[in-house]
């Protein structure tokens, strides 16, 4: 579907800013690459719990390979593999795997293992837990699982006036990985204000890969009469990159899943055009949406880089070998599809 933009003039040169880190992340990529593995290992068709990661490309691509994607482990089939999201579970889902004899993978990322790994040491402290995060996301549905009993959920510094807690010097925040670095600050700030003992995790939950790619687009943001974001709208770290470049500087910010969906009115006098993706959106759509630029005479592309990444994690242990049970070269490590601005 090429050609459907028009190079219309504008007062000025027209060019991208390309923002650097974006796009997969190393939880993300080893999510994914624990799909492809495990169909390769064990055949067609692997069972996923909800989608691998939040991406439309990414699951659709993984379905045609032989992935099935589904809501429960109930509806897995007894004894059959299955991959836990990269957003993590509850011990309950882990259990309910294990009552239907279902071989369990698990692709949660570490990062947010971590913060499971907190919920769990801090409800045995007798803490009581304070966690920052959306309401019916993945992630926090899982880490809420860990210590249920003990866990409060604060979806924006709105929520802080309200809430009812056990013990005000007996709490501790902890928040899911993908939120707005900025406003999980200020939420912290107006817990503290109402709560002064509160306690914080041993370091801070919201992971490397999204402070990165904020840091990025508020870099290209000030310089953008145009901010496309790339990926999902059920992708948490995605909509916020539109709500960062908004807030630092941006005239307009779009978010699309494909290069298709960037309408020719976004481009009416705009000379700079900003684009990032979402830690769990692929490469190749970004430069999809490059190509698309280009048609529209953005040829001139400025790459802004922000932060190196070199983060990998290993693979699942049941993963690290290859169908014949030989070690396989990505075993231990999740990343091997290197951003064109790493290379």
Not at 184 to 191: A, F, G, N, Q
Request: charged residues 25%.
């Amino acid at each position: 579907m090429r050609g459907r933009l028009v190079d219309s003039p504008i007062a000025g040169t027209k060019r991208v800013l390309l923002a650097a880190p974006r796009g997969y992340c190393a939880g993300v990529d080893r999510a994914v690459i624990a799909v492809e593995k495990a169909l390769e290992n064990f055949g067609a068709p692997v069972y996923v719990r909800k989608q691998i990661v939040h991406n439309v490309h990414v699951v659709s691509t993984l379905e045609k390979a032989g992935a099935i994607f589904v809501d429960d482990v109930a509806e897995v089939p007894a004894g059959a593999h299955v991959v836990f999201s990269a957003h993590g579970v509850s011990p309950a889902v882990v259990q309910g795997a294990a009552d239907r004899g279902l071989q369990a993978i698990d692709a949660t990322c570490p990062l947010v293992t971590k913060v499971h790994r907190e919920a769990v040491r801090f409800a045995k402290q007798d803490l009581d837990i304070l966690l920052i995060g959306h309401t019916g996301h993945e992630e926090v549905e899982g880490t809420m699982g860990h210590a249920p009993e003990r866990t409060t959920l604060v979806t924006s510094p709105d929520d802080v006036d309200a809430l009812v807690v056990r013990d005000p010097d007996n709490l501790v925040w902890i928040s899911q990985t993908t939120l707005s670095v900025d406003e999980t600050m200020e939420t912290v700030r107006r817990l503290r204000e109402r709560f002064p003992n509160l306690q914080d995790p041993p370091s801070d939950d919201i992971c490397y890969a999204t402070q990165n790619r904020q840091v990025a687009i508020k870099k290209v943001a000030p310089a953008a009469d145009l901010v496309i974001v790339v990926g999902s709208a059920n992708s948490s770290n995605t909509v916020r990159l539109v709500d960062v470049a908004l807030e630092h500087g941006a005239t307009a910010a779009h978010r699309v899943d494909y290069a298709t969906e960037i309408q020719q009115e976004w481009l009416d006098g705009v000379a700079t055009v900003g684009v990032t993706s979402g830690a769990s959106v692929p490469e190749v759509l970004v430069q999809e949406v490059l190509a698309e630029l280009a048609d529209a005479g953005y040829v001139d592309v400025e790459t802004v880089v922000t932060a190196e990444e070199d983060l990998m994690f290993s693979l699942p242990k049941e993963l690290r070998t290859d169908a014949q049970g030989n070690p396989d070269e990505r075993g231990l490590g999740g990343r091997t599809r290197r951003l064109d601005w790493q290379s």
